[in-house]
């Protein structure tokens, strides 16, 4: 079925025109979307082996695109400009410090990058080296009167029979 109205002007010639159909392969001009590049990264921070109480910079350059939110994770949870955790941002370069670092600060470090685009991340774990790692230890004691002692050092366990 068409459509066809004529509008008519004094002092102008007639029209016709016919109203527009968006068929599934056209958009009405309100619902395009504008596109755009995404950030992109260009210098990424490595894995990396640190000593308790250091400090610590781990840092990100991004590409000429904008970036509207930097967003810095350790362990997937979201980590605050607070404390001994400092976020810092220079033209195009976001760095995380962290001073000093301390043994529970190890982990999997995250920092995304995002604009009204898209996303770009990066990753990488850090790991803590220090005498000062926290460990507890559980002696139990068995019907053969043998004594066990279990120590257990941040995630790992040992056992030694005495």
């Not at 590409?63 to 955790?85: A, C, Y």
């Not at 774990?125 to 053969?144: D, M, N, P, T, Y």
Request: with cysteine; net charge negative.
């Amino acid at each position: 079925m068409k459509y066809n109205h004529t509008i008519s002007n004094p002092g102008l010639p007639e029209t016709p025109t016919s109203p527009k159909i968006f068929g599934e392969h056209q958009k009405s001009p309100s619902s395009q979307k504008i596109k755009g590049p995404k950030p992109t990264i260009t210098k990424k921070f490595e894995n990396i082996e640190v000593n308790e109480g250091e400090n610590v910079a781990l840092e990100v350059t991004s590409g000429p695109e904008p970036v509207t939110k930097v967003e810095w994770f350790k362990d997937n949870e979201l980590l605050r400009d607070q404390g001994r955790f400092k976020i810092v941002s220079q033209g195009n370069v976001y760095k995380l410090l962290v001073s000093p670092i301390e043994w529970d600060d190890e982990g999997m470090y995250k920092c995304v990058l995002l604009n009204e685009f898209g996303l770009s991340s990066c990753s990488a774990e850090v790991l803590v080296e220090g005498a000062s790692k926290s460990f507890f230890f559980c002696v139990v004691s068995s019907r053969e009167e043998r004594t066990i002692l279990v120590v257990f050092v941040k995630g790992t366990e040992s056992n030694l029979t005495l």
